[in-house]
Nanobody
Framework: QVQLVESGGGLVQPGGSLRLSCAAS????????MRWYRQAPGKERELVAA????????NYADSVKGRFTISRDNAKNTVYLQMNSLKPEDTAVYYC??????????WGQGTQVTVSS
């Protein structure tokens, strides 16, 4: 059974940090590129960060460049999103996504991140 389980969300003050984790099971994690998306109320889901299968390539949305870092540990079947200097506009549900080069994709259930004073 394929599972992507996000954790690490919560309430944080502006300027604070959070580290999201996404634990994968039920498929060969190392063969899938991993992405973090987010969706704020009333807005479309947007791609935040992506990492290749071998960690050699990462990409970020302009809105999070320099503040967020995506990483993965293939030995632990886990992808991370380190979020620093958080802003209220980062408030959203964050989703983990696994995607294979052949198009097969899986989604997690999401974790809420709220940035507020």
């Amino acid at each position: 059974q394929v599972q992507l389980v996000e954790s690490g969300g919560g309430l944080v003050q502006p300027g604070g940090s959070l580290r999201l984790s996404c634990a994968a099971s039920g498929f060969t994690f190392s063969r899938y590129a991993m992405r973090w998306y987010r969706q704020a109320p009333g807005k479309e889901r947007e791609l935040v960060a992506a990492i290749s299968t071998t960690t050699s390539s990462t990409n970020y949305a302009d809105s999070v460049k320099g503040r967020f870092t995506i990483s993965r540990d293939n030995a632990k079947n886990t992808v991370y999103l380190q979020m620093n200097s958080l802003k209220p506009e980062d408030t959203a549900v964050y989703y983990c996504n696994a995607i294979h080069v052949h198009g097969e994709a899986y989604w997690g259930q999401g974790t809420q991140v709220t940035v507020s004073s």
